[in-house]
């Protein structure tokens, strides 16, 4: 009788940690997606996409600094998203 006790106990001390852990997450994943500054920063990284791609066309960097430009732009997308 002990054993099953204590497996019921541990059965219901794990559960209560996956829902503790797992509700915030979720809720902060619809957040981002709905956030209303999100349009905002999606507009600015491509605003900084075009600005990459004329001052490479236009010949004031070089394709060695507009890739790494891109790099870093994508670095900022993964983070805000």
């Known amino acids: 009788m002990r054993a099953s006790s204590s497996r019921h106990i541990c059965t219901f001390i794990i559960c209560s940690w996956v829902i503790l852990f797992a509700?915030?997450?979720?809720?902060?994943?619809?957040?981002?997606?709905?956030?209303?500054?999100?349009?905002?920063?999606?507009?600015?990284?491509?605003?900084?996409?075009?600005?990459?791609?004329?001052?490479?066309?236009?010949?004031?960097i070089n394709r060695a600094q507009a890739v790494n430009i891109h790099k870093q732009v994508r670095q900022i997308r993964r983070e805000e998203h």
């Open 23 to 60: 509700t915030p997450a979720t809720a902060n994943e619809r957040w981002g997606q709905n956030h209303p500054r999100r349009a905002e920063a999606n507009a600015r990284l491509g605003y900084q996409d075009r600005r990459i791609h004329q001052e490479r066309r236009e010949g004031e």
